[in-house]
T-cell receptor, first 118, second 115 residues
Framework: AQSVTQPDIHITVSEGASLELRCNYS??????LFWYVQSPGQGLQLLLK??????LVQGIKGFEAEFKRSQSSFNLRKPSVHWSDAAEYFC????????????????FGKGTKLSVKP | DAGVTQSPTHLIKTRGQQVTLRCSPK?????VSWYQQALGQGPQFIFQ???????QRGNFPDRFSGHQFPNYSSELNVNALLLGDSALYLC??????????????FGPGTRLTVT
């Protein structure tokens, strides 16, 4: 079964420090991968997505993620964190049907809460 | 360009009652998905509507039902509410493209509290 694991429940970084949020997926073929951010009490905003091609994808707000097939990972990075980046971050994989076709829904990890120290 | 909108923002219901949540998709999108996000959890897929039909369904009981209208807006209905139905309900819309390579755009959600 497809699944997404975000090993870190809560991460605290200092403002200006670099950030890496981990995401591992379980899926047999090339997945569609996404990172979303959720501020308290808000919906989800798409940061970036990976469908195919270049394994390093750039997103909004200075975020990037790297797809590593050998490690089944899609880690999110940012070189310098700003206080406004404090939020919860969700990694998701596009669900695929038994015969490979997209089912059209997303499977989410449990999220990583990011706190930023001044 | 309006994004995905949901109403109401907050809702308080009593166990056993029924509730209806509403969603209007982003302009140009014709597919609507609903997710339930319990406190401290990631969103879980409830179902998806396209062309006014339920196309996919997650692992949710029949108490959860939905509808899509000709203008692509959608409703989520939950009958016989349980305390465990308390959650943030998220609506997401997407355009149907070849290969299913679409990203989903989420609304702000409806916070449902069941007492």
């Amino acid at each position: 079964a497809q699944s997404v694991t975000q090993p870190d429940i809560h991460i605290t970084v200092s403002e200006g420090a670099s950030l890496e949020l981990r995401c591992n997926y379980s899926y047999g073929a090339t997945p569609y991968l996404f990172w979303y951010v959720q501020s308290p009490g808000q919906g989800l905003q798409l940061l970036l997505k990976y469908f195919s091609g270049d394994t390093l994808v750039q997103g909004i707000k200075g975020f990037e993620a790297e797809f590593k097939r050998s490690q089944s990972s899609f880690n999110l990075r940012k070189p310098s964190v700003h206080w406004s980046d404090a939020a919860e971050y969700f990694c998701a994989v596009g669900a695929m049907g038994r015969y490979g076709g997209s089912q059209g829904n997303l499977i989410f990890g449990k999220g990583t809460k990011l706190s930023v120290k001044p | 360009d309006a994004g995905v909108t949901q109403s109401p923002t907050h809702l308080i219901k009593t166990r056993g009652q029924q509730v209806t949540l509403r969603c209007s998709p982003k302009s140009g999108h014709d597919t609507v998905s609903w997710y339930q996000q319990a406190l401290g959890q990631g969103p879980q897929f409830i179902f998806q509507y396209y062309e006014e039909e339920e196309r996919q369904r997650g692992n949710f009981p029949d108490r959860f039902s939905g509808h899509q209208f000709p203008n692509y807006s959608s409703e989520l209905n939950v009958n016989a509410l349980l305390l465990g139905d308390s959650a943030l309900y998220l609506c997401a819309s997407s355009p149907v493209t070849s290969g299913g390579r679409y990203e989903q755009y989420f609304g702000p959600g409806t916070r449902l509290t069941v007492t």
